[in-house]
């Protein structure tokens, strides 16, 4: 493994303890908080101003699940430094003309802002491409959409060989042997490989590491919900912080999106519309897995619209108002996604809260290309 924590995350038990207390809260609270006029039930938006969160919400206990750890260590730095000049060269693709960088932008937060990703053929792949930030914290769990891919490293073999960087114009991948004999000869990646991989071939396997070395080390830049988190309270708005209650509450956010990233790493249907199955086309037989798809991290995603797997959604305000309808009601639909019945105050807040993940700022400039001057 190339990279290590150099703290443990918080007890995961503690952190399901917390937020089970809160969404007790909030339906004790909402049901009080009722008031119905005639056949209209109309519920209270918190309140503004100072008073953004009531006395009965634990906000130490919030903030300590959101609290983020320390920066990972680099375990080989010159793995790291191979796998960057690797990730930015589009020489690794059918045509010389795609990098990975093409989909995963550093001042996106490593995403995209195309709605479907485009293979180095130039023609649309199905789905919108992930984003990478903080990657580096997931463990080896399925990956990809679907979770056809068992690890990011398998990730970037795929790419590579069937995916989107391995389809040049005449429509199949150009054989593996042509590019691997096309970044040999390029002299100035042979002490580079050397220095990272002493005694490795410069092929695939290489490859591959190299560059999932160097995706671990995509941290989130520190956003003003950071800084709140660690005691500044004009970091964020009253708004924001009237959003973070709800997104811990009434919302029900946490339920998929929790801990620092804002993801539990796990594949759900939120009854979105389509006919992409996600992971029910490798699971046919789980009805839970039908149209459940990978919980993306929320770090700077106010910087990456459209949003969802297929970029259906144009804005973060179109998504609260999806999630506010509670989508297709399906057997396979997660749990906590029917109808919110939110205010439009609390979708203008939740959507303030969601600003203030962006981090200051993202991303790092282009490296120099091996062998270009």
């Avoid at 002299?187 to 991989?197: D, G, M, V």
């Avoid at 797997?309 to 399906?330: T, W």
Wanted: glycine residues 10%.
């Amino acid at each position: 493994m190339p990279m290590t924590r150099t703290a443990a995350d918080s007890d995961g038990a503690t952190r399901r303890r917390r937020r089970g207390r809160l969404l007790v809260w909030w339906h004790v609270a909402a049901a009080a908080a009722v008031v119905v006029v005639g056949s209209v039930a109309i519920q209270h938006a918190l309140p503004a101003g100072r008073a953004w969160a009531p006395a009965s919400f634990d906000l130490a206990a919030a903030k300590a699940d959101y609290r983020r750890p320390p920066p990972l260590t680099v375990a080989n730095p010159a793995l790291v430094e191979l796998g960057r000049v690797l990730f930015w060269d589009p020489r690794l693709s059918a045509t010389g003309q795609t990098s990975c960088v093409s989909c995963h932008q550093p001042h996106l937060g490593w995403a995209s802002t195309d709605a479907r990703s485009r293979s180095d053929s130039g023609l649309p792949m199905p789905r919108k491409a992930q984003p990478l930030i903080g990657i580096g914290y997931a463990a080896d769990l399925p990956g990809g959409w679907d979770g056809r891919l068992l690890s990011l490293r398998a990730h970037v073999r795929a790419s590579l060989t069937v995916g989107a960087m391995s389809t040049g114009p005449i429509g199949k991948p150009v054989p593996l042997p042509a590019i691997e004999a096309r970044m040999r000869a390029i002299p100035e990646y042979l002490p580079l490989f050397a220095a990272a991989l002493p005694g490795t071939p410069p092929g695939l396997e290489a490859i591959a590491q190299a560059i999932n070395a160097y995706a671990r080390t995509f941290e989130p830049g520190v956003a003003p919900f950071d800084r709140w988190i660690k005691g500044d309270e004009d970091a964020i708005s009253a708004s924001a912080k009237r959003g973070f209650v709800l997104f811990n509450t009434k919302g029900n956010c946490a339920v998929c999106h929790r801990d620092w990233r804002f993801t539990d790493d796990n594949f759900h249907d939120i009854g979105l519309p389509g006919d992409d199955r996600g992971r029910g086309q490798l699971l046919h037989d789980v009805a839970a897995m039908q149209f459940a798809f990978k919980t993306p991290t929320l770090r700077s995603v106010a910087l990456r619209a459209p949003y969802m797997h297929d970029g259906s959604l144009d804005s973060l305000y179109d998504v609260v108002r999806f999630y506010d309808s509670g989508g297709i009601n399906r057997p396979s639909r997660v749990g906590g996604a029917s109808p919110l019945h939110l205010s439009e105050q609390e979708r203008l807040d939740l959507v303030a809260f969601l600003r203030t993940l962006t981090g200051e700022r993202e991303g790092e400039s282009a490296p120099r290309p091996a062998g270009r001057t």
